[in-house]
Nanobody, 126 residues
Framework: QVQLVESGGGLVQAGGSLRLSCAAS????????MGWFRQAPGKDREFVAA????????YYADSVKGRCTISRDNAKNTLYLQMNSLKPDDTAVYYC???????????????????WGQGTQVTVSS
């Protein structure tokens, strides 16, 4: 059974940085696609970034491109999201997600991912 556990959220001032982690267990993830999503109060869950585990190919939402970096550590089975130049609009619960196969394009729709973590809160103060 796939388990995803996020950590690293917190309160940060605008312009600051945070690194989110997602510890993945229960499978070998070499064929998986991983994603980060976020959900602010009263809003739909929003795609942030995706990564193909096998070759670390990545894709980003326009809203975070240039400010965020998704990466993985094979040895630790951990996915990361480094977020820089944070803005108050980045405030949300951030979720790690996994999809048990890879495709040529990296999916951005939440319903394309079968496994989800519990989320970690990121709050950016102005």
């Amino acid at each position: 059974q796939v388990q995803l556990v996020e950590s690293g959220g917190g309160l940060v001032q605008a312009g600051g940085s945070l690194r989110l982690s997602c510890a993945a267990s229960g499978r070998t993830f070499s064929s998986y696609t991983m994603g980060w999503f976020r959900q602010a109060p009263g809003k739909d869950r929003e795609f942030v970034a995706a990564l193909r585990w096998s070759d670390a190919n990545t894709y980003y939402a326009d809203s975070v491109k240039g400010r965020c970096t998704i990466s993985r550590d094979n040895a630790k089975n951990t996915l990361y999201l480094q977020m820089n130049s944070l803005k108050p609009d980045d405030t949300a619960v951030y979720y790690c997600a996994a999809r048990s196969f890879s495709s040529a394009s990296l999916p951005t729709a939440a319903n394309m991912y079968a496994y989800w973590g519990q989320g970690t809160q990121v709050t950016v103060s102005s």
